[in-house]
């Protein structure tokens, strides 16, 4: 029974993660230029890492495996939004202007 | 003192990743431990701001409030990508930081940019340029929130962070 | 049964991010997509590592998850400077040459 429930909150989270994925990688897509883009990249890397990493959690139980997804889990937080910042900053010193208030 | 703490997490990191608790190996892994934090100290990385280890109590109570806005800005992102009509309005904002050190206002400026639709394009002196998706993004940040709270959990740290630097030389 | 369905919505975010990377106007377009894309594969090996009944394949992801933010700094450190070797102009002034990437 309570296995059951674990099985499920797991499948909640892996299904969350999976969307929002998804859904970061349509953003990828359809998104007018580079700097709304990183919006969506930065979807991925956080709800979408996040959701998955953390079912995989609830469906490995408690051992050394789940310290290894913290482990990960928290070296992609730390390490996204600089990833993300750098390629931000490189692209404003390069003298690309972000797009502004599109009126159409 | 840091660098003793700091071997003391280079040993939990290493028992965490290798899994293995043969006599050998485990004499093997303290000897890494003690040579990367011996090196760590001679090139004189491990203060303040390497090893921030006096912002542990108040990151706690900034972690849950951090990880809730982080859910609610995905939603609000997501439905936006998903509207055929795609309702952007990118915005380019310059907010002003009030972090006393630079430790805080670097947690301050991740902290934007891990929140999907904001994202932090330069930062200098006390200023942050942010460019955000919607409006609402950029209204969100200029409310000013996440600073008041970066700077709660900085100005707590420094107090203690001055005690125990000045401790540990 | 799950996991599978996952690692198709992975496998699709993945041929997303490549297509950006391939059609992306600009470089900066193509270095997001490779980051984007290297998040992916943290993920997917993680996952076919459940899938398969094997979680040593954690470390290869671990691994994984290192080379690709050093991968991504360092090919913008290239772009920027054209040397990996250097720290860049600014560290002469005593700035952190991360302060520039």
Redesign the interface.
Same mark, same amino acid.
């Given at each position: 029974m309570e296995g059951q429930i674990l099985q499920i909150v797991a499948w909640v989270f892996l299904g969350v993660g999976a969307v929002?994925s998804l859904?970061g990688g349509?953003?990828l897509i359809? =998104?007018?230029?580079f700097?709304?883009r990183?919006? &969506?990249a930065?979807?991925t890397d956080?709800?979408g890492a996040g959701g998955i990493l953390i079912g995989l959690m609830f469906l490995s139980g408690f051992n =050394?495996v789940t &310290? +290894?997804l913290i482990?990960i889990l928290l070296f992609i937080?730390?390490t996204?939004?600089?990833s993300?910042?750098s390629v &931000? +900053?490189a692209a404003?010193g390069a003298g690309f202007k972000?797009? =502004?208030?599109?009126r159409d | 003192m840091r660098t003793v703490a700091l071997t003391i997490c280079l040993a939990a990191?290493w028992l965490? !990743?290798s @899994?293995h608790y043969d006599p050998l190996l485990l004499s093997l892994g303290a000897a890494s431990c003690v040579l990367v934090a011996w090196i760590a100290w001679r090139m004189d990385v491990v203060d303040h701001e390497g090893f921030p280890i006096h912002l542990s109590w108040q990151a706690v109570l900034y972690w849950p409030w951090l990880i809730f806005e982080?859910?609610k800005s995905?939603i609000d #992102?997501?439905l936006v990508? !998903?509207r055929p009509s795609?309702p952007?309005?990118?915005? #380019?904002l310059t907010v002003k930081t009030t972090q006393g050190s630079e430790l805080g206002q670097v947690i301050y400026?991740?902290?934007i940019? !891990?929140?999907? @639709?904001? #994202?932090?394009?330069?930062v200098y002196d006390d200023k942050i340029d942010v460019?955000a !998706?919607t409006k609402a993004g950029a209204d969100g940040i200029a409310a000013g929130e996440m600073d008041r709270r970066v700077t709660l959990m900085d100005a707590s740290g420094a107090k203690t962070g001055g005690k125990s630097g000045g401790r540990g030389g | 049964m799950m996991l599978i369905a996952v690692t198709a919505g992975i496998l699709i975010t993945m041929a997303l991010a490549l297509l950006r990377a391939v059609v992306g106007p600009t470089i900066y377009d193509r270095i997001l997509a490779v980051n984007v894309f290297g998040t992916k594969t943290v993920l997917i090996i993680a996952v076919l590592g459940f899938l398969t009944g094997r979680p040593d394949f954690l470390?290869i992801a671990?691994i994984y998850a290192l080379i690709n933010f050093i991968g991504t700094i360092a090919v913008l450190k290239f772009i920027r400077y054209g040397n990996l070797s250097q720290a860049g102009p600014r560290a002469a002034t005593g700035n952190p040459p991360e302060d520039d990437i």
């Open positions: 929002f859904i349509i953003g359809r =998104l007018p230029d700097y709304t990183m919006h &969506a930065g979807m956080t709800l =050394l &310290a +290894k482990f937080f730390f996204s939004p600089t993300s910042h &931000a +900053k404003m972000p797009l =502004l208030q599109r | 990191t965490l !990743l @899994g982080i859910i995905n #992102v997501a990508i !998903l795609m952007i309005s990118p915005t #380019v400026a991740n902290s940019t !891990l929140t999907p @639709g904001t #994202v932090s394009l330069r460019h !998706l | 470390d671990i």
